[in-house]
Nanobody
Framework: VQLQASGGGLVQAGGSTRLSCAAS????????MGWYRQAPGKQRELVAT???????TYADSVKGRFTISRDGAKNTMYLQMSSLKPEDTAVYYC????????????????WGQGTQVTVSS
């Protein structure tokens, strides 16, 4: 399984951007995908998840501002990011794991390369 992340870049505070993560290869039908982010000097944190059934979870810091979605036909996950804040600046990573629970992402899985999101004030 390979994941290819894209999107992001430089955005002004209050603006929006969208990240994509395309999965290829042999993907289990029951799976969960998520977006993580890592800011300089900080630990990687889980931002949002979506399973193959469409159930979603969000970190409190992004609830109401970020929307995670996926297109099953394209095996692609998206993260629509709105009302961006400078503290959203980070490298964003996507991950896919077997299972339907967000906790399944804490174990083994497949990572995409990171994509930088920089929010200017």
């Amino acid at each position: 399984v390979q994941l290819q992340a894209s999107g992001g870049g430089l955005v002004q505070a209050g603006g929006s951007t969208r990240l994509s993560c395309a999965a290829s290869g042999s993907i289990f039908s029951t799976n969960i995908m998520g977006w993580y982010r890592q800011a300089p000097g900080k630990q990687r944190e889980l931002v949002a998840t979506i399973n193959s059934g469409g159930m979603t979870t969000y970190a409190d810091s992004v609830k109401g501002r970020f929307t995670i979605s996926r297109d099953g036909a394209k095996n692609t996950m998206y993260l629509q990011m709105s009302s961006l804040k400078p503290e959203d600046t980070a490298v964003y990573y996507c991950k896919l794991a077997v299972g339907a629970l967000a906790s399944n992402l804490h174990g083994s899985g497949y990572w995409g390369q990171g994509t930088q999101v920089t929010v200017s004030s």
